[in-house]
T-cell receptor, first 110, second 115 residues
Framework: GQSLEQPSEVTAVEGAIVQINCTYQTSGFYGLSWYQQHDGGAPTFLSYNGLDGLEETGRFSSFLSRSDSYGYLLLQELQMKDSASYFCAAHSGGYQKVTFGTGTKLQVIP | GAGVSQSPSNKVTEKGKDVELRCDPISGHTALYWYRQSLGQGLEFLIYFQGNSAPDKSGLPSDRFSAERTGGSVSTLTIQRTQQEDSAVYLC?????????????FGPGTRLTVT
């Protein structure tokens, strides 16, 4: 089967850095993507890692280690608007099979 | 440009009734997904369409659920004989390229409540 684990909640201070971890058990694994979802909103794509290493997109970076079946999302210079749920999603079976984690609710406090 | 649209935004139905949910993907996007999200939960994959290929229906929870995509564009998710456990937000997403379906664009969802 496919499963992903993420912490359910994380709290961090405005301006700080926070790391959200994701471990996965996925057969035929292709890559890991990350999505942000504000309360009542639709998920929006943040980043994708198909290869090991770090991908950087502005304040957000994502990392993948295939050997450890592990990835993380790094958010820098946290802003209040970053308060949202963050989902990792594992792609397998030729990309199209997508399994989402249960999400991490990030609360940014002043 | 227009994003992914879904209708209705909210649907309240009685147990045992059939419902149809509609998704209009971004024009030109070849891949289309349906997901279900229960309150405070992650996204549960339901079905995937890619161009004219046979859909991947492996996520449909029961034979009460079906979906079609006409002309490679609009998609309809049908739930027959609805049950209370079907209550959730149903999300549709489209992707522009077959080899880049990790970059999905989501619609606002349809909130289904079965009473």
């Amino acid at each position: 089967g496919q499963s992903l684990e993420q912490p359910s909640e994380v709290t961090a201070v405005e301006g700080a850095i926070v790391q959200i971890n994701c471990t996965y058990q996925t057969s035929g694994f292709y890559g890991l993507s990350w999505y942000q979802q504000h309360d009542g909103g639709a998920p929006t794509f943040l980043s994708y890692n198909g290869l090991d290493g770090l991908e950087e997109t502005g304040r957000f970076s994502s990392f993948l280690s295939r050997s450890d079946s592990y990835g993380y999302l790094l958010l820098q210079e946290l802003q209040m608007k970053d308060s949202a749920s963050y989902f990792c999603a594992a792609h397998s079976g030729g990309y199209q099979k997508v399994t989402f984690g249960t999400g991490t609710k990030l609360q940014v406090i002043p | 440009g227009a994003g992914v649209s879904q209708s209705p935004s909210n649907k309240v139905t009685e147990k045992g009734k059939d419902v149809e949910l509609r998704c209009d993907p971004i024009s030109g996007h070849t891949a289309l997904y349906w997901y279900r999200q229960s309150l405070g939960q992650g996204l549960e994959f339901l079905i995937y369409f890619q161009g004219n290929s046979a859909p991947d229906k492996s996520g449909l929870p029961s034979d009460r659920f079906s979906a079609e995509r006409t002309g490679g564009s609009v998609s309809t998710l049908t739930i027959q004989r609805t049950q209370q456990e079907d209550s959730a937000v149903y999300l549709c997403a489209s992707s522009p390229r077959a080899l880049a379906v990790y970059e999905q664009y989501f619609g606002p969802g349809t909130r289904l409540t079965v009473t």
